[in-house]
């Protein structure tokens, strides 16, 4: 039996055309890439969402503001994957504030 990742994220943003001319939904790839499924809950079968909203700063890192999921295991994990991010974007984002919905379950 093989498990494989479903990660969903909803992008949803109060800067709504945060990323035009800057290529479309930059920061939405780069959140997607660094997220993952830790490999321990997943063979653990845990499942749950983990909601995050987030703030861009200066220094070319994401401030979490606010952070909930069902699972403590996946809420600690997802926060340590989210503060190693590093991201460059226009100055005219940072400040800016985006939230995050991942939804981890394991397919079989």
């Not at 780069?30 to 220094?59: D, T």
């Not at 984002?93 to 981890?104: H, P, S």
């Amino acid at each position: 039996m093989k498990a494989t990742i479903l990660v969903i994220t909803l992008f949803l943003t109060t800067f709504t055309s945060a990323f035009a001319g800057h290529g479309d939904n930059s920061l939405d790839r780069i959140i997607h890439r660094k997220i993952s499924y830790p490999e321990s809950l997943r063979e653990k079968g845990v499942e749950a969402s983990v909601y995050v909203k987030v703030r861009i700063l200066a220094e070319n890192k994401l401030e979490i503001l606010q952070i909930a999921s069902d699972s403590e295991e996946m809420k600690a994990i997802i926060e340590k994957q989210v503060q190693q991010i590093k991201i460059k974007v226009p100055q005219s984002l940072v400040g800016n504030t985006f939230n995050y919905t991942f939804k981890f379950q394991v397919q079989k």
